[in-house]
């Protein structure tokens, strides 16, 4: 069966210093991934994606991600954080098989503090 | 990207009874998403909605309870049911857009925090 699962769910950075988001999946097909982020009193938007093109990817804000096929990983960085990162940040996967389902993780909520 | 608005934006509401939730896109899309954010959760699928067909139900999610709408590709409700605390959620429709999005990528309304007495 098809997984997310979101190491930490909580994670407080410095402002300046750099964000790392654990995302780890499981899949017996060659999978999409996507990170997406939750304001408080929002919905959804999208962050970055990965479709098996490059496997280092840039989105939104700063942020980008790896896909590591060997350690079935999607984790998400950015170098520096802002006072405005403080979100929810949820990795999802989808896959190509046809069906356009998508699998959330709990989620990580990210403090920034000065 | 498909701007995608919800009505109502919240709600508060008596038990046993129901209420309709409505999701309008700028566009024509093919497949429309209802999720569930239970209060501190993360996204739950309820089902899919395809314009002409009957809607794709999750486990755990009955027709009974959520009865879903997608009376063209630009609109599409979703109604829960007799009421109860545990429904108190932010409910998200979620389009696929293939003109400005991937495969796969979905886009997300504002939700709908619906509170349950």
């Known amino acids: 069966a098809q997984s997310v699962t979101q190491l930490g769910s909580h994670v407080s950075v410095s402002e300046g210093a750099l964000v790392l988001l654990r995302c780890n999946y499981s899949s017996s097909v060659p999978p999409y991934l996507f990170w ?4 408080p ?10 479709t098996s093109a490059a496997t280092l990817v840039k989105g939104i804000n700063g942020f980008e991600a790896e896909f590591k096929k060997s350690e079935t990983s999607f984790h998400l960085t950015k170098p520096s954080a802002h006072m405005s990162d403080a979100a929810e940040y949820f990795c999802a996967v989808s896959f190509s098989g046809g069906y356009n389902k998508l699998i959330f993780g709990a989620g990580t909520r990210l403090a920034v503090h000065p | 990207s498909a701007v995608i608005s919800q009505k109502p934006s919240r709600d508060i509401c008596q038990r046993g009874t129901s209420l309709t939730i409505q999701c309008q896109v700028d566009s024509q899309v093919t497949m429309m998403f209802w999720y569930r954010q239970q209060p501190g959760q993360s996204l739950t ?54 003109r400005t999005g991937g495969r796969n990528e979905q886009f997300f309304g504002p939700g709908t925090r619906l509170t349950v007495l």
């Open chain 1, 36 to 39: 997406y982020v939750q304001y």
């Open chain 1, 41 to 50: 009193n929002q919905g959804l938007q999208l962050l970055l994606k990965y």
């Open chain 2, 45 to 98: 699928l309820i089902a899919t909605a395809n314009q002409g067909s009957e809607a794709t139900y999750e486990s755990g999610f009955v027709i009974d309870k959520f009865p879903i709408s997608r009376p063209n590709l630009t609109f599409s409700t979703l109604t829960v049911s007799n009421m109860s605390p545990e429904d108190s959620s932010i409910y998200l429709c979620s389009v696929e857009d293939r």
